[in-house]
């Protein structure tokens, strides 16, 4: 597997890394394991939780430098790559200032005795990563780790390994001792290695179904704890009481943004029958006028998509639904310029013969339904393979509630995109995985829960 860097603008090739030899990977395993056993993980969480703290500080210090190497590497455009820096310093400051209140003991009432649940480190994890958000992905990992006293070994994606590199240096310049974070170079031949030794006691994987399916099943192998964040087709639904120009720009950003290569991207466009015509009328417009260019441009919405792979294999799903009888609003095709770039899609007449009405689009591209009631809503949303977000535009909350708690998601927003902040849970259901990061949820994931009881007799 080649570590390389490979602007996707410029389409350059720029850097190239090698892989870390079995030595290396020992001494990483062994590293981590002996941190581990020390009193850094399992003595008084203030010292890891004033790690994170300098953390955080060092990632909004380093903001820039961290946005420039994802558009680089990924193609993310600058402002996207700044607001997901300042979410990662806000990730670390949530569990530097929370994590102890999280973590503090909880009582069990029993008529055995007095008893409480403790929360205790399991051991090293090992974190496998996606491109699409380069620094974020790992520290909704990382950063509970260290305040459980977890230390994590991640193989990041081979286009990203700059900031895979990066995000290590910063963690130890925060005060981590070795072994605590520790970024590999490795295959995924070698993953499912690491997967079966003992030192590793926990697997968290964000990626594809077929990674996903892989990484579980080898865990689930080897007895091993796992949580997954994998695909989504997630509903944007709009009612006909939503504002619309709100509605617009929600779907705009939540189809576009990251060059719609996000796991909770809008996907899946149901508006109600009423305001179908007026939305689909401002929201191809919209689609027809977001600003693609240069990712360093401070200007730029839509990017390159991140590798050449994702540009033709989203190529090939638009030219297969249109074949099927998909129906192109605007866009379906490679945009005429250097870089890995595709236009902004909307296609419709989609039905479920049409291999696109249950496939994930990664990348730029709207599927768009018209329903005409909340019953058709809901059997469409929940006719997915997949069960990540979702989104509903409404202007009777009490409607919305209803709707967002009958779609079979792990999560749903109103009147806003989906989002991520370092309180709420994240993760999905059915073939989006299983587990959660982020919130008080995410960080006992990996957690020894301990039984403690004091006979009362």
Avoid at 432 to 439: F, K, M, P
């Amino acid at each position: 597997m080649a570590y390389r860097t490979l602007n996707p603008y410029s389409e350059q090739m720029t850097r190239e890394f090698p892989e870390h030899d079995d030595f290396q990977v020992e001494m990483a395993l062994v590293r981590a394991d002996t941190l581990f056993q020390s009193t850094w993980s399992k003595g008084e969480r203030a010292p890891r939780l004033a790690v994170l703290a300098r953390l955080s500080d060092l990632i909004t210090t380093n903001c820039d430098l961290l946005a420039s190497t994802m558009a680089e590497e990924m193609g993310k455009p600058l402002f996207q790559g700044q607001m997901e820096a300042d979410l990662c310093a806000g990730i670390a400051r949530y569990y530097a200032d929370n994590a102890d209140e999280i973590l503090k003991p909880q009582p069990v009432t029993s008529d055995v005795g007095e008893g409480w649940v403790e929360y205790h480190p399991v051991g090293v994890l090992l974190a496998v990563e996606p491109w699409n958000f380069p620094i974020y992905q790992l520290i909704r990992v990382v950063a509970p780790a260290i305040a459980v006293g977890n230390p994590v070994i991640y193989k990041h994606a081979s286009i990203v390994p700059q900031c895979a590199a990066l995000f290590e240096d910063l963690v130890r310049q925060a005060g981590a001792p070795e072994g605590a974070v520790t970024n590999l170079y490795i295959s995924s031949t070698k993953v499912a290695e690491l997967i079966g030794d003992d030192r590793i006691q926990g697997v968290a994987l964000t990626g594809s179904e077929g990674a996903g399916s892989k990484v579980g099943a080898r865990a689930g192998e080897m007895l091993k704890k796992s949580t997954l964040e994998l695909g989504g087709s997630d509903v944007f639904v709009v009612l006909n009481d939503a504002d619309l120009a709100k509605a617009v720009q929600g779907g705009i950003f939540a189809r576009l943004g990251n060059a719609g290569q996000i796991c909770t991207g809008a996907k899946r466009f149901i508006v109600e029958r009423g305001i179908a015509e007026a939305f689909t009328q401002a929201f191809v417009g919209a689609m027809q006028g977001a600003v693609m260019g240069d990712p360093m441009d401070p200007q730029t919405l839509l990017g390159p998509l991140a590798s050449r792979e994702g540009l033709e294999g989203l190529s090939g799903q638009v030219e297969e639904a249109v074949a099927h009888g998909a129906t192109v609003l605007t866009g379906g095709k490679r945009a005429d310029r250097s870089g890995f770039f595709y236009e902004p899609t909307v296609l419709t007449d989609l039905t479920p013969e049409n291999p696109a009405f249950y496939q994930e689009f990664f990348g730029p591209v709207a599927l768009l339904f018209v329903v005409d009631d909340d019953e058709a809503i809901v059997a469409l949303a929940n006719d997915s393979n997949f069960g990540l977000g979702g989104t509903i535009y409404a202007g009777d909350i009490t409607r919305a509630r209803a709707l967002a708690s009958r779609i079979e998601t792990g999560m749903v927003f109103i009147n806003t995109p989906t989002t991520s902040r370092p309180e709420l849970p994240f993760g999905g259901i059915k073939r989006s995985g299983y587990g959660r990061e982020l919130g008080d949820v995410g960080i006992k994931e990996f957690v020894n829960r301990k039984l403690v009881v004091v006979s009362n007799t």
